[in-house]
């Protein structure tokens, strides 16, 4: 495929910034707020919130949209419901039938 390994030099963030954004994101979003008990529960909160961040979050470069598109429903169609994600550190919002 012609793919070839990029080594960065050590202690150099501003060499790839595309994964230092990713890790950024993840600590103040996710693991800033809450307890790591063991690798265990670490995995389970991490596997939540990559859902939550491939799912639902907003993101610019999608002008605000999610990576899942959301239909969008008039304000007189029922009611919003709030859907608790990552352990209830994150939510979503829907609008469902009254």
Same mark, same amino acid.
């Given at each position: 495929?012609?793919i070839k390994e990029v080594v960065?030099?050590?202690?150099?963030?501003?060499?790839?910034?595309? @994964?230092?954004?990713?890790?950024?994101?993840?600590?103040?979003?996710?693991?800033?707020?809450?307890?790591?008990?063991?690798?265990?529960?670490?995995?389970?909160?991490?596997?939540?919130?990559?859902?939550?961040?491939?799912?639902?979050?907003?993101?610019?470069?999608?002008?605000?949209?999610?990576?899942?598109?959301?239909?969008?429903?008039?304000?007189?169609?029922?009611?919003? @419901?709030?859907?608790?994600? @990552?352990?209830?550190?994150h939510h979503r919002y829907e609008?469902?039938?009254?």
């Amino acid at each position: 495929m012609g793919i070839k390994e990029v080594v960065t030099a050590a202690q150099s963030p501003w060499q790839n910034p595309y @994964v230092e954004r990713l890790i950024g994101s993840i600590r103040r979003e996710c693991l800033d707020h809450v307890i790591v008990w063991n690798e265990r529960s670490l995995r389970q909160t991490l596997r939540s919130y990559f859902h939550y961040y491939e799912k639902s979050r907003t993101h610019l470069a999608l002008a605000k949209d999610a990576p899942e598109p959301r239909a969008v429903h008039k304000p007189e169609n029922g009611f919003i @419901v709030e859907i608790p994600e @990552v352990g209830g550190l994150h939510h979503r919002y829907e609008r469902r039938a009254a």
